[in-house]
T-cell receptor
Framework: ETGVTQTPRHLVMGMTNKKSLKCEQH?????MYWYKQSAKKPLELMFV???????ENNSVPSRFSPECPNSSHLFLHLHTLQPEDSALYLC???????????FGPGTRLLVL | AQSVAQPEDQVNVAEGNPLTVKCTYS??????LFWYVQYPNRGLQFLLK????DNLVKGSYGFEAEFNKSQTSFHLKKPSALVSDSALYFC????????????WGAGTKLIIKP
């Protein structure tokens, strides 16, 4: 349960705010992921960092900006979000070339 | 296009009865298939996976899944359901393009009634 941690667990922000989500993994993995989870929809993969290099995902709006300073930490910077961005944001990690991913508890985001 | 379908939004089962959560997939090549579970206010937890070998895969918490290539299915099963099995279950398949990423189903809510 404590292998992947995320902070904050809950976040309410206005559309003009700037905030950041943080993820930390203690599993020695070298790949990290950001997912968006909305009710009754498949998980949407937003970004992947593999060996600290970003795999682009062209469908993610530029108001979401990831940062991976090292293999243990991952951030998601948020600015000028829209109400439809309200969702649960999940971080996950794995070994590169290993499909089994380990998830954090998520950040529940509400955009007003 | 590669995809995963979980045809049931919700499955209701009485405690002690067998349960099945359905998953079908569409992917080129040999599929790598996964089941994850999400309890309320928690992240997803890995349950089991199929890569090769025996079509019946055993996983955590007494769950198992049966790979059926002809029906392109990977249904999750448990012989005797517990109330504590109530959760959201996700099926996933590895992207066949070689990037090792997962393609996810929309999830099935499993409710076990006492």
């Amino acid at each position: 349960e404590t292998g992947v941690t995320q902070t904050p667990r809950h976040l309410v922000m206005g559309m003009t705010n700037k905030k950041s989500l943080k993820c930390e993994q203690h599993l020695g993995h070298n790949a990290m992921y950001w997912y968006k989870q909305s009710a009754k929809k498949p998980l949407e993969l937003m970004f992947v960092y593999s060996l600290e290099e970003r795999v682009e995902n062209n469908s993610v709006p530029s108001r979401f900006s990831p940062e991976c300073p090292n293999s243990s930490h991952l951030f998601l910077h948020l600015h000028t979000l829209q109400p439809e961005d309200s969702a649960l944001y999940l971080c996950a990690s794995s070994q590169v070339y290993q499909e089994t991913q380990y998830f954090g508890p998520g950040t529940r985001l509400l955009v007003l | 296009a590669q995809s995963v379908a979980q045809p049931e939004d919700q499955v209701n089962v009485a405690e002690g009865n067998p349960l099945t959560v359905k998953c079908t997939y569409s992917v080129s090549g040999n599929p790598y298939l996964f089941w994850y579970v999400q309890y309320p206010n928690r992240g997803l937890q890995f349950l089991l996976k199929y890569i090769t070998g025996d079509n019946l895969v055993k996983g955590s918490y007494g769950f198992e899944a049966e790979f059926n290539k002809s029906q392109t299915s990977f249904h999750l099963k448990k012989p005797s359901a517990l109330v504590s099995d109530s959760a959201l279950y996700f099926c996933a398949v590895r992207d066949a393009s070689g990037n090792y990423q997962l393609i996810w189903g929309a999830g099935t809510k499993l409710i076990i009634k006492p």
